[in-house]
């Protein structure tokens, strides 16, 4: 773990500390605190020299992107909160500073033909070496839930065998992104693939003490980085591997793992409104079924209409570029 360096140090440790104690994940703080330490080390700054104005210059100079540059400040802005009710400060230099207009962003959406094609390819992987079967198998599980359950990548890589209950077929999903829990239904025909990879497992392990669903080396889980890898490996090889684009002050996302459960509750709005039925009122349900902490944070899919829809958004942007 990195250390701070700047003349700040000892207050950033002690405020992260502080955070800590209360039961707070400070990783994230971390991060964006490590960047203003390296600034301020830059800089040359001292107590004197951190005024408003050192602060606009520091947004100005940062190369990041709007909002990147928004939230490293946000937590700035927290830790002189921290350090004006310790009495390190007098007043909070960013309390006038504005944050910066960030840029839309456009996430990639796989339609449910994509997403069945990604599936589809990640299976024949599967037994093309007797060494990396097992491997294989739940590193297709691993997706396959992404998929079809709209989990976070962590969510699956987590779960223990006993989190799987096959008598009512629900995965216990805890610890999450908002330290939630939550008991989901598992769609029939990935049930079916849990029960095979376990069977599978159980046939040739008989010994195996591993307690993830999804097992790893030395009795541990499969890797985020493992399931990344075989992912772009998938979308290279059925030419969905694509970039991010900037366009204007719209971003379009590439495609990644975390697009998978975009895809599921953008694909899953897009049924309930061909049924008749309003996508609103689902809102809820969908928020409480993926974990969000307030369905106004699901509300954002319904910006997406469908991958065909981002596709025009981007064929549109590269040829408004190309008349330019």
Known sequence: MKNFESFMAHQLDEYLSYRQNLGYSTKLSRAHLLVFDRYLSQTNAQWDTLTPFYFLEMRTNLE?????????????????????????????????????RENSIIPFVF???????????????????????????ALYLAVLLLARCGMRISEPLKLTKNHYRSDDGTLYIEKTKFKKQRL????????????????????????????????????GPLKAEQVRYAFRKTLKKIGLDQPRRLMGNVNFLQPT?????????????????????????????LAAYMGHSEYKYTSV????????????????????????
């Open 301 to 324: 899919y319904l910006r997406v209409a469908d991958a065909l829809s981002r596709k025009n958004l981007v064929d549109f942007a590269l040829w408004q570029k190309r008349k330019e």
């Open 64 to 100: 990041m992107e709007p909002r990147s540059v928004n939230r490293v400040f946000s937590s700035i802005r927290v830790f002189f909160n921290f350090l004006l009710r310790r009495e390190y400060v007098r007043e909070n230099p960013l309390q006038d500073v504005p944050p910066l």
């Open 257 to 285: 793992p975390h697009s998978l459960r975009h895809s599921f509750a953008v694909n899953t709005l897009i049924k309930i409104k061909e049924r008749g039925e309003s996508p609103q009122r689902a809102l809820p349900v």
């Open 184 to 219: 989901i239904p598992v769609p029939r025909a990935a049930m079916t693939e849990i029960e095979n990879y376990l069977s599978v497992r159980k046939s040739l392990m008989p010994h195996d003490q591993n307690p993830y669903l999804l097992a790893g080396k030395n009795q």
């Open 111 to 137: 339609s449910p033909e994509q997403t069945d094609q990604v599936l589809r390819v990640l299976s024949q992987r599967v037994g093309r070496s007797e060494k990396n079967f097992l491997t294989d198998l």
